[in-house]
């Protein structure tokens, strides 16, 4: 793929990426679909509130959100790799749009149960695990290599801005007209990137074999032994596993919390708006950490800071003081994702990055997905202590981390991405 890179004065900018026009066209139309996904993730959470009492089931739509990722990121990754990732993506985001489009139908015609809000936001996030290796993949491929960290950092402050003012809007929308006009809305936010990976799926050269085939067997052993090989890569995802299994509760919970406390969905999109609004300047303080501290350690611990954040929750009563909090939280939050998922990417060539990508992904989103469903089942019956175990468990996990790393290797170590 041509990479036409245009003048920058300032060349340790970390808005450079945005000098690459494919690059930067991709990312607007991303901020814009990131707007959508987050009210529909408002109006999804708060519609099961108000279907059902039920701790776990409120719980269970995180874990419909996360469980996808897991199933079907690893076939997504190898199939990415043999086929053009701009078509791919055009196919994925159709798919992704019409079962937002068909929620906010049944949501409108009253025919959405528990059950059904579960399966259909099973359905949508089915596509959007099929598009996340292609759609990472396909963005690191059209900045420098030199260049990736600052990639992911502008990425993850695009989701940041969006799950910020997303849940905003969701508030107001919900509040006033109803969740079906959230759903049909996150399908009409996607039609931006649809036309965008149809012109691009036109003008891009292939860069894929076409005459190779496809051995999804063949290719899952090749992934195996690669990871195996890759002492770094295995570490980073046993550190994944305990980091997400930790920091799943709030985000399974929060509207648990919200309701707890009597608070409306105006209250609750803006504890849901105030996780990104400190995240968005993650990205500027991220590079001065990095400068200063092992990525590894900083991972540490923005991970102990979110926990403790976490933890405190349930006995806050203060609006306004949660807010901070969960500023905080948003802070902590974005500075690991952005760190891990740096340095998951960096671990491999570009021509293994899209399956390393979908390895970690399914290892993350699995963490998510479990952790929903245990620290869900256990504020069934005692709430407070489904938040600040978590902060227990990610102690027990940095010992565990640090035993079996050393047999491996030096915990500390930092891979090339750095």
């Not at 990425?155 to 003012?165: D, Q, S």
């Not at 740096?342 to 993350?364: C, D, E, T, W």
Request: aromatic share 14%.
């Amino acid at each position: 793929m041509r990479l036409e890179k245009s003048q920058h004065k300032n060349k340790c900018s970390m808005f450079l990426p945005l000098s690459y026009p494919l690059f930067r066209g991709l990312w607007i139309c991303t901020l814009i679909a990131n707007f959508g996904a987050w009210m529909h993730s408002v109006g999804a959470v708060w519609l099961m509130t108000t279907l059902t009492s039920s701790t776990l089931m409120i719980a269970l739509v995180q874990t419909a959100t996360t469980l996808p990722v897991f199933l079907f990121s690893i076939p997504a990754g190898i199939y990415a790799d043999h086929v053009s990732k701009a078509k791919f993506l055009f196919m994925t985001q159709i798919y992704i749009a019409s079962v937002a489009l068909i929620m906010g139908v049944f949501t409108f015609i009253h025919w959405t149960t528990p059950g059904i809000l579960l399966i259909l936001t099973f359905l949508l996030n089915v596509g959007i695990a099929l598009r996340m290796p292609t759609w990472q993949a396909a963005a690191s491929e059209l900045v420098s290599s030199d260049e990736l960290p600052l990639a992911t950092s502008i990425n993850n402050m695009n989701y940041n801005i969006g799950r910020t003012l997303g849940p905003f809007i969701a508030g107001l929308i919900i509040s006033h007209c109803g969740v079906g006009y959230v759903f049909t809305l996150n399908a009409i936010s996607l039609s931006g990137s649809i036309a965008f990976f149809y012109r691009w799926s036109c003008q891009a050269k292939t860069t894929y074999q076409k005459g190779e085939k496809l051995n999804f067997t063949h290719s899952f052993l090749k992934l195996i032994h690669e990871i195996k090989k890759s002492t770094d890569f295995l570490i980073i995802l046993i550190r994944t596993v305990i980091v997400y299994l930790s920091t799943s509760a709030l985000w399974a919970l929060l509207a648990v919390i919200a309701k707890q406390h009597d608070y409306s969905v105006n209250e609750f999109a803006w504890m849901m708006g105030c996780l990104g609004v400190g995240a968005i300047l993650t990205p500027f303080l991220l590079q001065l950490l990095r400068s200063y501290i092992k990525p590894l350690i900083l991972i540490d611990c923005a991970t102990l800071l979110f926990v403790i954040c976490q933890a405190m929750l349930i006995y806050i009563y203060s609006f306004y003081i949660i807010c901070i909090i969960l500023i905080l939280a948003g802070i902590s939050w974005a500075i690991l994702l952005s760190t891990l998922n740096a340095q998951a990417q960096g671990s491999f060539q570009k021509n293994m990055r899209a399956k390393a990508i979908a390895v970690y992904l399914v290892v993350f989103y699995a963490a998510l997905s479990l952790g929903s469903v245990i620290w869900g089942k256990m504020a069934e019956s005692d709430l407070a202590m489904s938040l600040y175990f978590p902060g227990i468990f990610f102690i027990i996990g940095l010992v565990f981390l640090k035993i079996i790393s050393k047999r491996m290797k030096s915990i500390y170590f930092q891979p090339e991405v750095e």
